[in-house]
Each structure stands twice: as C-alpha cells, then as structure tokens.
C-alpha cells in the first residue's frame, strides 16, 4: 500500500496500479526496460493489474516479466465500460490508474489518482481532462508513485 496526504484533498490509500500496455507504457506491444523496473519495483507495494485488448498478443509474457496480473479486455466495444468495471470490483478509490485513450476515460476518472501519459502515440484530450494530472512518460508516472511526495506538491490545494 502507498498512502499519500495531499493538502486540501485528504489521504490517499492507494493498493493497487492499473496499467493501460498499448500507447501508455508500451509502444507497439514492447515495454522499455526502464519502464519494465519501475512496474516491478512497485509490485512490492501494489498489486499491478494490465488492462489491454492485447493488440499484439504479448500482454501474458509481459505482465509475468512485471511481476503484474493481466486483465484481456472482451472484444465488441464497450472497452471504456470494462476499465472501470474492472477498477470497481477493485474499489477505485484504491487505484492508481495509468492510461493515454478515450477508452480510459471512465478509469482514470475513477480511480484514487489518475494519471494520463502523452506518451509517442499521444494522448486522447478526453483522458487528459478525466485524469487528476498528466505526465509526458510512463517513467514520469511511475517515478510520482515511487517518491510520492512529488503528487503531494502537484495535487495539493
């Protein structure tokens, strides 16, 4: 669990770390290395999930190689509806959710902290607005929940 007092919002309890792969912190199906040990080390104190249509087939590789559970989203649309049903069975509020699309939007207005990365495929305008602050890496976004005093000075009022 990471636990975060943000003045003027109150305390986060965050336990779990909802990924998006594709366009967040994969680029066409590869996670970079750097990103891959960051995800790992969070994996001491949240429980990862990977949320993905799993466009290039490799999401079950790569969540057993982060140390993260892989959740393969149900083809036929509704992909946004499934984040955050998947975030609600989870709790929300205890989610920390990293995503780029306008699928995401639902999950990252969810959750406890979202996170939107404009990242090499961009990001959707409608995910930077549902999102409680936007990053320009995945590294970015991970390095703010392994030294959270950092979302502390951006999140509070």
Do not use: W, Y
């Not at 509806?81 to 995401?104: I, M, Y």
């Amino acid at each position: 669990m990471i636990e975060i007092d943000v003045p003027g919002a109150g305390l986060l309890r965050l336990e779990n770390l909802v990924l998006d792969l594709n366009g967040t912190i994969a680029v066409d199906g590869q996670v970079p290395e750097a990103v891959r040990e960051r995800v790992r080390r969070l994996g001491d104190s949240l429980t990862v999930f990977l949320m993905t249509a799993d466009t290039f087939g490799t999401a079950g590789s790569l969540a057993s190689r982060l140390g993260a559970e892989v959740m393969v989203l149900k083809s036929g649309g509704r992909e946004a509806e499934q984040k955050a049903d998947f975030l609600s069975t989870l709790g929300s509020k205890s989610c920390a959710a990293l995503g780029n699309g306008a699928n995401d939007v639902l999950m990252l207005a969810a959750a406890g902290l979202g996170v939107a990365v404009i990242g090499q495929e961009g990001a959707a305008v409608s995910a930077i607005n549902a999102a409680d602050l936007v990053v320009t890496s995945p590294e970015d976004a991970l390095d703010l929940l392994l030294t959270p005093k950092r979302l502390v000075a951006t999140l509070r009022s």
